[in-house]
């Protein structure tokens, strides 16, 4: 998508205010009188769709063991590795572009005892130096689509899997023909900058020596769960200003709308996957 770098991640309505994070991590910790467990933060630190569910589903599908090392791709605030490292006892390199989410990372991994199995990295991932480290699984949560020069992505996680190691992606993909005006603002508002059909999506794949072991298309899953978390959003507004501010709340409730448009109008669909080198 042309030009999509003229826009920042921050653009985004679901990062413009990211105070809010850690004001319901409070609000949470002080209504329960005590330390919220990591499931009890799952609403609150697990930025993709259907939780620690799909974290579960990850560590199942490829195979996350006790001292694997483990590379998760835009981390966020970092609520899959802590539920990784908590429950596997792996060690894991959570990799997020934005400062300020990799700060508020790195603050709840403290506060969860959890920084010696988790290096919270703030980095751009098509730029970073891992200095010959090899991963046993990588991961990435509704990250991949953000990032441009798809097979320059790719040939890094080639060389950065170990050789039987598996990767495990939930990402977008684009399941209609758009307008450059519409693919503009995908890239605004959604930091689109590679939505590409699911066709050519695989094709990138099998290109860049991968080899496509399971594939399940969550289109219909995610726009069940954009409607339910949109619903539940609505009906909890007022407490969302009260816990954070009215510009917060809106600026979700935007985001949560676009989500559950872009999937329920067939513009944009979901793909759980899990690949390994064609070696």
Known sequence: MKKSNMFKIEE????????????????????????????????????????????????????????NIVLDIGSGIGGPARYLANKTNSIIYAVELQKSLNDIASELTNN???????????????????????????????ALYHIPKRDELL???????????????????????????????????????????????????????????????????????TQDRLLNFKKNYVKHIQINNKNTADNILKFYSLAHDLLSKNIVGGIRYIIKKNI
């Open 12 to 67: 985004m309505n679901l990062y413009k205010t990211t105070d809010r994070f850690l004001n319901n991590y409070k609000h949470l910790k002080k209504s329960l009188k005590r330390a919220p467990t990591l499931e009890e933060i799952s609403d609150i630190d697990q930025l993709h769709y259907n939780g620690i569910e799909a974290v579960n589903e990850a560590i199942l599908k490829t195979k996350i063991k006790e001292n």
């Open 112 to 142: 969860y005892k959890l920084e010696k199995n988790i290096f919270h990295i703030n980095a751009d991932i098509l730029k970073y130096n891992f200095n010959k480290i090899k991963f046993n699984n990588i991961v990435s949560w509704l």
């Open 155 to 225: 040939k890094i996680l080639y060389n950065l899997l170990e050789n039987k190691g598996y990767i495990y992606v939930e990402d977008f993909y684009l399941k209609k023909n758009i307008t450059n005006n519409e693919k503009k603002l995908l890239a605004k508002n959604f930091h689109a900058n590679h939505l590409v059909p699911l066709k050519t999506y695989k094709e990138e794949l099998k290109n860049n020596k991968f080899y496509l072991l399971d594939c399940l298309d969550m289109s219909a899953d995610w726009t069940k769960f």
